[in-house]
């Protein structure tokens, strides 16, 4: 199963998927390699949970080709290898806890003595294990989240397919996914997550997608689009006085960009700008300046520009 | 295919378990009962009816219709007055006032030319009608020979009555079963076909409706082919109607040979009375026949609820969206008086063989009259037909539906769904 060069887990070739009277996803390609935690990210609307529908074979392309784990086709003919959490979260709220999941678990293939062995040590393991018998209604919401990442996990998965798995959460369980991803990830499996939201993504993806109105913007490794996408960013804090800022950031041979908070900024460096000659002046301007930090961008920072534009037009 | 049995399993299990299940299997029989004995309990029962017999005859044909009357059980004779002035108008008032039931006004002429008169607040009951005509028939015919100079011995001889027993014919062979009690069988089997249908297609829905609004269904189609899921719920269900149907035979045969015991109060001669309410004995090809529609109908009817799950975003939604399934199931319920009393008809052969109608239409043929074997094999064939073709339309419209939210679809778009699907 392992090779000496990593294959890609999932690859999508020119993929499309219209609906009636628009076009959710236009020949997205994008490839995810074994073992990174890959995010796909884009605004509400940009065609992630269609892309992994088609992904998990829940919808089918109108054009262009999936593979998964080399294979081409969906995800059915190895949902025993994938576990998948929906965006939109829910469970049987009349069955027991423990039915459920053994239920679950017989979905991706395993069988009814393994699902309940497994099941009871997830639900030990994430403080459940006294709700077992109880009904799904008869559990708090956080609890039924729990018990929700419990189904996409029993099976120990190779491939993690999570959509937005961050809304919703509260902070406990937000930790808890967390974890569990990372955990996932050091086991060596691959972990395909969306998200809107760019912090998140910054600080768990290796590899990224940004898409938008179902086309791709970029994809490849954080750090490379970072690299090419991010441009000089300097980020300055005021310490009350802004003495002549405005003019200072109003100068285009120094500053491309700012994006002004009051007492806090971003600014991108024109082309050729030295970042010294800002402090200067901004300093002989009367401002006084608790920080003052050359560095990349952030990625929502990226997410921006490069999404701004195509949101505008929609 | 592992799959399917586990989806079949969750069916069966999460159903029996609850307690709507064991409600309506020991309400159920008791339901079913109630609604076949109460109505005709109600045409049989009126109670006695208080009357007065205005005896305007010379010969004594008053007296001998009172007596007669006064020995049934359906009448009460208050009193036998002469007629005279205003008699007429004070007992009509009477029974306006509710303090009397009918006065029953005979004459001299009644033995002469047949005319005799009944005022009653109610005059629709048959078996007050039937009863009073019997009697007063039966003793005019007496009177009339005797005055002819006829032997009272030998009048009472000719007038030993005529019981005409019905027995169908079933095949070439005589059977027990009388003509009311085809009727009954007939239509037991046509409410419990439609009750039985309906309320499993509407779990079907259900089922469909939660996983949809749960969006469980997600996660199960990304493991198992829409078909799979659809076809896995609908055999889950129908398991769970015929593990009910094996209930209730064996609670009615439990309840059958411990009627005995259970009529211990009621007196030999009350329980002849009640021969039409007694089950009928009925034949095992009647069983075989009445379990093959009932499964063709649950499963043609169960992918249209399915479908019908799919299309709607709510519980409300979905109760609006089964109406024009219900009347399509309703059809052949409403016409078993049609079918029963004429199986042959034109009207009934063609409800039989229409798949929608079939499964309620074909067994009441059947337990009423005689079905062609062609005409029964050809029903079946359609009804397989109609199933696949159904089925097939069904679980396009389900693939798409299970994902949608918002609008429910309007026609155009359920077209659009069962082509592109």
């Known amino acids: 199963m392992t090779s000496p060069f990593p294959t890609p887990i999932v690859i999508l070739d020119r993929v499309s998927k219209r609906f009636a009277g628009h076009t959710a996803v236009d020949e997205l390609s994008l490839s995810v390699p074994r073992g990174v935690i890959y995010g796909l990210l884009g605004p509400n609307g940009a065609g992630k949970t269609t892309t992994i529908r088609m992904i998990m074979d829940i919808l089918e392309p109108d054009g262009g080709a999936v593979r998964i784990f080399g294979e081409p086709g969906g995800g059915r003919a190895h949902s025993g290898r994938i576990g998948y959490l929906p965006e939109e979260r829910g469970l049987y709220r009349k069955m027991r806890v423990l039915d459920v999941l053994v239920f679950l678990g017989e979905m991706k293939g395993i069988d009814r003595r393994r699902a309940r062995q497994r099941a009871g040590e997830w639900l030990e393991r994430l403080g459940l294990a006294q709700w077992r018998l109880r009904r799904v209604d008869e559990l708090s919401k956080g609890m039924q989240q729990k018990v929700q990442f419990i189904s996409t996990m029993l099976h120990d998965p190779d491939l993690l397919i999570l959509d937005e798995p961050f809304s919703g959460l509260d902070p406990v369980n937000a930790q808890v996914m967390k974890d569990t991803v990372l955990d996932m990830r050091h086991r060596g499996k691959t972990i395909l997550f969306s998200t809107h939201i760019m912090e998140q993504a910054e600080k768990l993806c290796e590899q990224l997608c940004i898409i938008a109105r179902g086309r791709k913007l970029v994809d490849g490794a954080l750090s490379d689009i970072k690299r090419t996408h991010g441009g000089h960013h300097l980020v300055i804090g005021f310490d009350g006085s802004l003495g002549g800022a405005a003019q200072v950031f109003a100068d285009s041979t120094l500053v491309s960009k700012v994006d002004d908070y009051g007492q806090y900024a971003e600014l991108e460096l024109a082309s050729g700008a030295d970042p010294q000659q800002i402090l200067q002046r901004l300093v002989t301007s009367g401002a006084r300046l608790s920080k003052f930090e050359l560095q990349e961008a952030s990625l929502n920072k990226i997410f921006i520009d490069l999404v701004g534009p195509e949101a505008a037009r929609a | ?421």
Do not use: C
């Open chain 2, 1 to 421: 295919m592992h799959k399917i049995w586990a989806v079949i399993r969750r069916e069966f299990v999460e159903r029996v378990r609850s307690k709507w299940f064991w409600t309506s299997a020991i309400l159920g029989p008791v339901f079913f009962a109630a609604i076949i004995i109460i109505p005709l309990r109600f045409a049989s029962t009126g109670g006695t009816k208080s009357i007065v017999v205005v005896d305007g005859t010379a010969s004594g044909f008053g007296a001998r219709v009172a007596d007669s009357l006064a020995r049934g059980k359906t009448f009460t004779v208050l009193a036998r007055p002469v007629p005279r002035a205003g008699l007429l108008d004070s007992l009509t008032r009477e029974v306006g006032r509710n303090r009397l039931d009918g006065l029953l006004v005979l004459t001299d002429r009644t033995l002469e030319t047949g005319a005799a008169e009944y005022r009653a607040a109610n005059v629709s009951s048959f078996r007050d009608i039937d009863e009073l005509r019997g009697v007063l028939g039966r003793l005019a015919v007496n009177a009339r020979l005797e005055r002819a100079g006829v032997d009272p011995v030998t009048v009472g001889r000719a007038q030993i009555r005529i019981d005409l027993e019905t027995k169908k014919i079933s095949g070439s062979a005589t059977t027990g079963e009388s003509s009311a009690q085809s009727f009954w069988l007939a239509y037991v089997m046509s409410i419990v076909l439609f009750i039985v249908i309906a309320v499993y297609g509407v779990n079907v829905m259900s089922s469909v409706l939660e996983e949809k609004t749960t969006r469980v269904v997600e996660v199960l189609v990304s493991s198992l082919r829409p078909f799979q899921l659809m076809l896995g719920k609908v055999v889950g269900v129908g398991a769970v109607s015929i593990f009910q149907f094996a209930i209730w035979g064996l609670g009615g045969r439990l309840v059958l040979s411990q009627r005995a015991a259970l009529l211990g109060t009621t007196s030999p001669s009350d329980v002849a009375q009640d021969a039409a309410f007694q089950l009928p004995p009925v034949p095992a090809a009647t069983v075989v026949v009445f379990l093959a529609y009932f499964l063709g109908g649950f499963f043609l009817y169960s992918a249209m609820f399915a479908a019908v799950g799919a299309m709607s975003s709510n519980e409300q939604e979905a109760r609006q969206a089964q109406q024009p399934v219900v009347f399509l199931l309703m059809i052949a319920y409403l016409s078993v008086f049609a079918l029963a009393n004429d199986p042959g008809s034109t009207y009934a052969v063609a409800l039989s063989l229409v798949p929608f109608t079939s499964p309620i239409a074909m067994p009441v043929r059947w337990a009423a009259g005689r079905v062609g074997p062609n005409e029964l094999v050809g029903s079946l064939v359609l009804l397989g037909v109609g199933i696949g073709g159904v089925t097939w339309v069904a679980a396009r419209i389900y693939r798409v539906g299970i994902l949608m939210t918002g609008k429910r679809p309007n026609l155009k778009e359920l077209a659009r769904w069962v082509r592109t699907a």
